[in-house]
C-alpha cells in the first residue's frame, strides 16, 4: 500500500482542504547554518512540457490514486525564504504514465511572502526502473532555474533506482491528511 510505504498508515484518506489550510500546517522552517548546501540538481527528464498551467491543485475531480500534499520553503544559502520564488511541479499518474500531450498533473506556482509553496495531487505511480518521484523547477526571480526530482521514504523501489538519492527524500507530515515536506535551497 502507498500510504504504509510513506509510513501514513492510519490517517484518514478525506479530501483536503485546500492549499491554504497546508499552509496552516506548515510550520516554519528551523534555523539553519548560513552556507547551507544547495539541493542537488537533477535531470527533468524526457516527459517535462513547458507552459505549464498557474495553479495549485493539480489533482482532478474521479481522478485515481492516493491525494497528497507536497509544500515547503524555497530558501536561499543565507537561509532566507525566497518569496515569489517559480516552483513547476509534473510527475506521473497512479498507473506510471505521463501526460505528454497536455497539462495533466503539471502546474506552477510561485511562493508566498514567507516562501511557502503548496500543491494538491497524488501519489505518483512507479514505472519500469524508476521509483515514486516528483519533478521540480525551482527558480528565484531573475535567478537560474534548479531542476530536481524528490524521493518518497520507505520505497523498495529506491534501492534499485540508479537515479534516487537520499538528501532528496521528502519528510512525512504528521496531520489528518497525506501530506508531505521538501524545502530547497537555491544556490
Not at 509553496?117 to 528565484?140: D, K
Not at 526530482?149 to 504528521?174: K, T
Given at each position: 500500500?502507498?500510504?504504509?510505504?510513506?509510513?501514513?498508515?492510519?490517517?484518514?484518506?478525506?479530501?483536503?482542504?485546500?492549499?491554504?489550510?497546508?499552509?496552516?500546517?506548515?510550520?516554519?522552517t528551523p534555523a539553519c547554518d548560513d552556507g547551507d548546501e544547495p539541493t542537488?540538481?537533477?535531470?527533468?527528464?524526457?516527459?517535462?512540457?513547458?507552459?505549464?498551467?498557474?495553479?495549485?491543485v493539480l489533482r482532478e475531480n474521479g481522478m485515481a490514486g492516493v491525494p497528497?500534499?507536497?509544500?515547503?520553503?524555497?530558501?536561499?544559502?543565507?537561509?532566507?525564504?525566497?518569496?515569489?520564488?517559480?516552483?513547476?511541479?509534473?510527475?506521473?499518474?497512479?498507473?506510471?504514465?505521463?501526460?505528454?500531450?497536455?497539462?495533466?498533473?503539471r502546474g506552477h506556482q510561485f511562493t508566498d511572502a514567507q516562501g511557502r509553496?503548496?500543491?494538491?495531487?497524488?501519489?505518483?505511480?512507479?514505472?519500469?526502473?524508476?521509483?515514486?518521484?516528483?519533478?521540480?523547477?525551482?527558480?528565484?526571480?531573475?535567478?537560474?532555474?534548479?531542476?530536481?526530482?524528490?524521493?518518497?521514504?520507505?520505497?523498495?523501489?529506491?534501492?534499485?533506482?540508479?537515479?534516487?538519492?537520499?538528501?532528496?527524500?521528502?519528510?512525512?507530515?504528521?496531520?489528518?491528511?497525506?501530506?508531505?515536506?521538501?524545502?530547497?535551497?537555491?544556490?
Amino acid at each position: 500500500c502507498a500510504l504504509a510505504a510513506l509510513g501514513l498508515v492510519g490517517l484518514p484518506k478525506a479530501p483536503l482542504s485546500g492549499p491554504a489550510a497546508a499552509h496552516d500546517q506548515l510550520t516554519p522552517t528551523p534555523a539553519c547554518d548560513d552556507g547551507d548546501e544547495p539541493t542537488p540538481e537533477q535531470t527533468s527528464g524526457p516527459f517535462y512540457i513547458p507552459n505549464s498551467p498557474q495553479r495549485s491543485v493539480l489533482r482532478e475531480n474521479g481522478m485515481a490514486g492516493v491525494p497528497i500534499t507536497l509544500a515547503g520553503y524555497v530558501l536561499s544559502r543565507a537561509c532566507r525564504p525566497v518569496p515569489n520564488a517559480l516552483v513547476d511541479l509534473w510527475h506521473a499518474d497512479d498507473a506510471g504514465r505521463y501526460d505528454v500531450e497536455g497539462y495533466r498533473l503539471r502546474g506552477h506556482q510561485f511562493t508566498d511572502a514567507q516562501g511557502r509553496y503548496v500543491f494538491e495531487t497524488i501519489l505518483p505511480g512507479l514505472y519500469p526502473g524508476r521509483t515514486r518521484h516528483f519533478h521540480l523547477h525551482y527558480q528565484a526571480p531573475n535567478g537560474p532555474v534548479l531542476t530536481t526530482q524528490l524521493y518518497f521514504p520507505g520505497e523498495a523501489a529506491n534501492a534499485g533506482d540508479r537515479l534516487f538519492r537520499s538528501d532528496l527524500l521528502v519528510r512525512v507530515i504528521d496531520g489528518p491528511d497525506p501530506m508531505v515536506r521538501f524545502d530547497a535551497v537555491l544556490g
